[in-house]
């Protein structure tokens, strides 16, 4: 598509010249000014919220705007710089259509807060190669059947992990093929694949270096006890989360 424009807009013999010189246009467009997109770095999935669809949180992103502006994992996001948001695809667009570094309010509801209130966000920029492989990771995840949250120190505690790092799982979907497998909420994942977890962007790593069909080995713990898991992801299940 760039080099049928660029060359549109030339004279005939200049364009051919220039198009000599450079055989692959696009792929020197590509390659000298590489695709970002604006990002807030979360991944998002459709709720619905006083019977209306909005996008709730489902990942927080580390060292991404979300986390620095203190956006939580089930955070719903009601508004966009006062435009109310209809659903997952609406807030990207909203996103992906602002320039990085722009200063943006977005209304938020939050469980076990009775009132919303509204968050100040410098929105980011991430280059579309590594968003792929967000997306690929959280389209690993559906296919396994399960959303994992970072351990934080007071669920360690709860959870008797205390002096333990990593993601455990906090929702599964029965019949799944991790929950066929046996892997259940409260788990802790330790490895994936033997790589380390210790934090969410170990875990999205670790998601994105799987191959289509390949058998997932996990490393988990419960009740004090270390157990080992093989679960093929269901390349059936279409992905319903949204990376913004």
């Not at 604006?38 to 991404?64: A, D, F, S």
């Not at 994992?73 to 695809?89: G, R, S, W």
């Not at 990207?92 to 943006?104: E, F, I, K, M, Q």
Request: glycine share 6%.
């Amino acid at each position: 598509m760039t080099s049928i424009l660029v060359a549109a807009t030339l004279s005939f013999p200049f364009a051919s010249f220039f198009l000599g010189l450079i055989p692959d246009l696009t792929s020197y467009f590509q390659t000298q000014r590489p695709q970002w997109e604006t990002v807030l770095g979360v991944m998002v999935q459709e709720t619905n919220h006083l019977n209306k669809r909005y996008p709730r949180v489902t990942v927080v992103i580390e060292n991404y705007p979300a986390e620095k502006a203190g956006i939580q994992k089930d955070d719903t996001i009601l508004q966009f710089n006062e435009q109310v948001v209809t659903d997952p695809n609406h807030l990207h667009g909203l996103v992906r259509d602002t320039a990085p570094n722009t200063r943006v309010k977005l209304k938020i509801s939050r469980p076990g807060n009775p009132r919303t209130f509204v968050l100040d966000v410098q929105l980011g920029a991430e280059k579309t190669t590594v968003l792929d492989l967000f997306r690929k990771a959280a389209d690993i995840e559906a296919k396994l059947g399960f959303t994992t949250t970072q351990l934080t120190r007071e669920s360690a505690k709860a959870l008797g992990y205390e002096g333990e790092a990593g993601e455990i799982i906090d929702k599964i979907i029965e019949n799944s093929r991790a929950y066929q497998k046996g892997l259940r909420v409260n788990d802790l994942i330790k490895t994936i694949n033997g790589r380390q977890i210790r934090s969410t962007n170990d875990f999205m790593k670790a998601l994105q270096s799987i191959k289509p069909g390949a058998v997932v080995v996990f490393v988990l713990k419960r009740d004090g006890m270390e157990f080992r898991k093989e679960v093929v992801p269901n390349p059936s299940i279409r992905l319903r989360v949204v990376f913004i």
